[in-house]
């Protein structure tokens, strides 16, 4: 079955920088486009990034354009994305999530605290 599985959260100073992974399995992961979201307490999840099945493609949240990366690695099945910049309105748990025959699949999540 789909398994997304979130790591690299944690605290942080603001201006510092974080690498989440995600590692996926269950399915071909090189043929599906895959996604970051976040979710701050008391408000909506929201998508943060997103990159194409081959990786040529990325988006991303106006909040974060210039500070966070999406990256991926199809020879290890794995999503990353390098925060850089951190500010306290980041702290969020993000989430990857992935949409195979219509059905989205999420994974646990990771917490990120950006505090001084």
């Known amino acids: 079955q789909v398994q997304l599985v979130e790591s690299g959260g944690g605290l942080v100073q603001p201006g510092g920088s974080l690498r989440l992974s995600c590692a996926a399995s269950?399915?071909?992961?090189?043929?599906?486009?895959m996604s970051w979201y976040r979710q701050a307490p008391g408000k909506e999840r929201e998508l943060v990034a997103a990159i194409s099945a081959p990786g040529g493609t990325t988006i991303y949240a106006d909040s974060v354009k210039g500070r966070f990366t999406i990256t991926r690695d199809n020879t290890k099945n794995t999503v990353y994305l390098q925060m850089n910049s951190l500010k306290p309105e980041d702290t969020a748990v993000y989430y990857c999530?992935?949409?195979?025959?219509?059905?989205?699949?999420w994974g646990q999540g990771t917490q990120v605290t950006v505090s001084s």
């Open positions: 269950g399915f071909t992961f090189s043929s599906y486009a």
């Open positions: 999530k992935t949409t195979r025959s219509g059905t989205d699949y």
